[in-house]
Each structure stands twice: as C-alpha cells, then as structure tokens.
T-cell receptor
Framework: QQQVKQSPQSLIVQKGGISIINCAYE??????FPWYQQFPGKGPALLIAIRPDVSEKKEGRFTISFNKSAKQFSLHIMDSQPGDSATYFCAARGGGSNYKLTFGKGTLLTVNP | ETGVTQTPRHLVMGMTNKKSLKCEQH?????MYWYKQSAKKPLELMFVYNFKEQTENNSVPSRFSPECPNSSHLFLHLHTLQPEDSALYLC???????????FGQGTRLTVV
C-alpha cells in the first residue's frame, strides 16, 4: 500500500533526446509527489514536485505529468544534456498528518554526448 | 551547498567499534531526519526529530542511537554494527515536518 514503483531502473539517452521516468502508487491518500535528483557523492536535491489537483507541471526542461485515475506520474526531461546524468527518485508523501515520504528505488540516467 | 553538512564523508568501522555521525544544518529548520540509502533500494527513513523531540523511530535496531541536542545538530551513534549496515547515511532537515526536505551529502559507511 505504501510502495512507490519506479521504472526503468536505468536509462540511456542521447543528447537532445527526451528522458522519461515513470512511477506508480497505490495509496490514494498521497498528497504530494516530488522528484529528487542525486549526483554521485551528493545527497538528493528536490527537482520538481506536483500535487494531485493538477495534471502537469513544467519547470524549464523538466515536466511532471500526473494521472490521478491511473495512479501514475512521470518525469519528462526535454532536450536531455550530459549534465542531467544522475539518479532520479520519485516520492510520495503520506497525506494529512502523515508527513513521511515514500521513495521509489531510483533511475540511473545517462545522457550520452 | 544545501546548508546541511554531514561529517565524516566516509567511515570504515569494525563490528566492535563505536562511532558517531554528525549532521549540522544552517537553515534554521525545526525538523531533522536520518535516512539510510542502500543500493537498489528506496531511501529508508530511520528517525525524525521535530523541535529536538524524536517523533519517529522507524523500527530501527538499537545499535543505531540518535541524539538531537538542539534544532541545528543531529547525531547518529553507532555500535556493534553488522556488514549489512554498510550504506550511505543521509541527514535532512525541513522547516516543518510537511515541508521540503534538504539533504546533506551523506556519510558513506562501510562495516568490516
């Protein structure tokens, strides 16, 4: 019930291409869905986040698409760059007084020059 | 830098050793967290402190002992660890419990 399933585990994209990472959840009480970016040797950093009352959020080259009925959300990275190479984690927050984040297992993105 | 500093960055310890991980945040946040990050597994929340009071212990073995002397500092005391405890230990802080969390760079722990 508390799991967030993330796919793919790893992804290789050519420079300029679109990177797409998907997450699915079961708990309809989740009320906040952030994506984190983690570079080697660094801690995760918040990249972009969405709430379930909107279907899409865009910040620069990064877009979250949210499908409430399917209980799925995805991260799209447009015009992917080698500097985007990192591990990406989706997460979901419990909702209400439950502040805890449930994380996906992560996707290692490699953008080839 | 995110304003959350962890020391040491790397630690190798034997199973009979006692060591401590330190976390300091310069953001004026009220909540602090310890997470465990293992390869191919989701981040695992270990402990949560809010205004220096522990609000969450996520069934963590007693060989991990947290301490929060004030809202800016968080420690994780380690003793008689097992090799499976080897992981990246991440500290995070947030203004309130349900606001954005900022992570430190982590301590890479290896238990031999």
């Amino acid at each position: 019930q508390q799991q967030v399933k993330q796919s793919p585990q790893s992804l290789i994209v050519q420079k300029g291409g679109i990177s797409i990472i998907n997450c699915a959840y079961e708990n309809t009480a989740f009320d906040y869905f952030p994506w984190y970016q983690q570079f080697p040797g660094k801690g995760p950093a918040l990249l972009i986040a969405i709430r379930p009352d909107v279907s899409e959020k865009k910040e620069g080259r990064f877009t979250i698409s949210f499908n409430k009925s399917a209980k799925q959300f995805s991260l799209h990275i447009m015009d992917s760059q080698p500097g985007d190479s990192a591990t990406y984690f989706c997460a979901a927050r419990g909702g209400g007084s439950n502040y805890k984040l449930t994380f996906g297992k992560g996707t290692l993105l490699t953008v080839n020059p | 830098e995110t304003g959350v500093t962890q020391t040491p960055r790397h630690l190798v310890m034997g199973m009979t050793n006692k060591k401590s991980l330190k976390c300091e945040q310069h953001l004026g946040h009220n909540a602090m967290y310890w997470y465990k990050q293992s390869a191919k597994k989701p981040l695992e929340l270990m402990f949560v402190y809010n205004f220096k009071e522990q609000t969450e212990n996520n069934s963590v073995p007693s060989r991990f002992s947290p301490e929060c002397p004030n809202s800016s500092h968080l420690f994780l005391h380690l003793h008689t660890l097992q090799p499976e405890d080897s992981a990246l230990y991440l500290c995070a802080s947030s203004q309130e419990l349900n606001t954005e969390a900022f992570f430190g760079q982590g301590t890479r722990l290896t238990v031999v």
